[in-house]
């Protein structure tokens, strides 16, 4: 199951407390408390594993270690270690508190959400010709606190859109490595899956339907991950009774979402192309070239068809190298 949608308490840890204490050598009675050590501050980090939010399932909160106290005879207590959370690229971090936000768009990109407390200083540090046994010290200060939503949006070359059932997972499998669960019902596809075309990102959107953009069906938790694709693949099946009709549903629930996935690169895959006669598959061709030129028949268990997308990858992988 991919998490995608995770809400955090994180807190930073504590400075350690500083010491009150004195030497017992003769002659030499004066103050050697130590200091405290800085506590763990909290951090986020690019990983490619697109899996890495599922660890806070059911960990909703999230603590840094503490700073040492200070200890005798001028030994400081040692310093917490920094905690990293690894988080996919392409999750943006939203600071519930501070209303800022936050993005990770690379592998090893790190940022810092909470910071760790100082450590208090110990009654060494408050000697003085005045004040030669002082006890005074300073209590560690509180690590940092911050409320998070961490927001996964895939960042992928190319995504593949389209009503459920529409044959969108049977190509990912077919081009790349993927693994993505087939079957002929609608929502099969309960999750966003990717695979790689040589050095393309391709992601298999779960099936939109009519009202997404408002929360209808699964597509508000997937439309999200539209918005970082720089090219789409419209997927309309062969064996619909109104192929232009569920071309305009789907692009008007992208519109509604964010107008600016209207203006994205488009590829239309009239898909299953081997269930109808070829009599009628070439009116939906025509119909469809109306509508977006850019539109091809597709069959998975044609090997030529396979090849004209493949073509069109190679187009979009010189793109992205002229980009």
């Given at each position: 199951?991919?998490i995608?949608?995770?809400?955090?308490?994180i807190?930073a840890?504590?400075?350690?407390?500083g010491?009150?204490a004195?030497?017992?050598?003769?002659?030499?009675?004066?103050?050697?408390?130590?200091?405290g050590?800085k506590?763990g501050?909290?951090?986020f980090?690019?990983?490619?594993?697109?899996?890495?939010?599922?660890?806070?399932?059911?960990k909703?909160?999230?603590?840094a270690?503490?700073?040492?106290?200070?200890?005798?005879?001028?030994n400081?207590?040692?310093?917490?270690k920094?905690?990293?959370?690894?988080?996919?690229?392409?999750?943006?971090?939203?600071?519930?508190?501070?209303n800022?936000?936050?993005?990770?768009?690379?592998i090893?990109?790190?940022?810092?959400?909470?910071?760790?407390?100082?450590?208090?200083?110990?009654?060494?540090?408050?000697r003085?010709a005045?004040?030669?046994?002082?006890?005074?010290?300073?209590s560690?200060?509180?690590?940092?606190?911050?409320?998070?939503?961490?927001?996964?949006?895939?960042?992928?070359?190319?995504?593949?859109?389209g009503?459920?059932?529409?044959?969108?997972s049977?190509?990912?499998?077919?081009l790349?490595?993927?693994?993505?669960?087939?079957a002929?019902?609608?929502?099969?596809t309960?999750e966003?899956?990717?695979?790689?075309?040589?050095?393309l990102?391709?992601a298999?959107?779960?099936?939109l339907?009519?009202?997404?953009?408002?929360?209808?069906?699964?597509?508000?938790?997937?439309?999200?991950?539209?918005e970082?694709?720089?090219t789409l693949?419209h997927?309309?099946?062969?064996?619909?009774?109104d192929?232009?009709?569920?071309?305009?549903?789907i692009?008007?629930?992208?519109?509604?979402?964010?107008?600016?996935?209207?203006?994205?690169?488009?590829?239309?895959?009239i898909?299953?192309?081997?269930?109808v006669?070829?009599?009628d598959?070439?009116?939906?061709?025509k119909?469809m070239?109306?509508?977006?030129?850019?539109?091809i028949?597709?069959s998975?268990?044609?090997?030529?068809?396979?090849?004209?997308?493949?073509k069109?990858?190679?187009?979009?992988?010189?793109?992205?190298?002229?980009?």
């Amino acid at each position: 199951m991919l998490i995608d949608d995770v809400t955090l308490k994180i807190t930073a840890g504590n400075g350690g407390k500083g010491k009150v204490a004195f030497n017992k050598n003769l002659m030499e009675l004066g103050p050697v408390g130590g200091s405290g050590g800085k506590g763990g501050s909290v951090y986020f980090e690019g990983t490619s594993d697109l899996n890495a939010l599922n660890k806070f399932r059911f960990k909703k909160n999230v603590d840094a270690d503490n700073g040492e106290d200070g200890k005798a005879q001028f030994n400081d207590g040692a310093d917490a270690k920094d905690l990293i959370l690894t988080v996919p690229v392409g999750t943006v971090i939203h600071d519930l508190e501070n209303n800022v936000d936050h993005e990770i768009v690379k592998i090893g990109e790190r940022i810092m959400i909470a910071k760790g407390g100082k450590g208090g200083r110990g009654n060494f540090h408050f000697r003085s010709a005045t004040n030669t046994t002082p006890k005074q010290f300073q209590s560690g200060i509180p690590g940092g606190e911050a409320k998070v939503r961490l927001e996964l949006k895939l960042i992928a070359d190319v995504g593949f859109v389209g009503l459920p059932n529409v044959g969108k997972s049977s190509l990912l499998n077919e081009l790349t490595r993927a693994s993505a669960k087939v079957a002929n019902y609608p929502f099969t596809t309960l999750e966003p899956n990717l695979g790689t075309h040589f050095e393309l990102i391709l992601a298999d959107i779960p099936g939109l339907i009519e009202g997404a953009s408002i929360g209808k069906g699964l597509g508000i938790k997937f439309l999200r991950h539209v918005e970082r694709t720089t090219t789409l693949f419209h997927f309309v099946s062969a064996e619909s009774a109104d192929p232009a009709l569920d071309y305009k549903t789907i692009r008007k629930e992208l519109g509604e979402y964010n107008k600016e996935l209207l203006k994205r690169k488009e590829y239309v895959f009239i898909s299953k192309s081997d269930e109808v006669k070829v009599e009628d598959l070439n009116k939906m061709l025509k119909a469809m070239k109306k509508l977006n030129p850019n539109t091809i028949a597709i069959s998975i268990y044609d090997d030529e068809s396979i090849k004209e997308v493949a073509k069109i990858l190679n187009i979009i992988t010189k793109e992205k190298h002229i980009a």
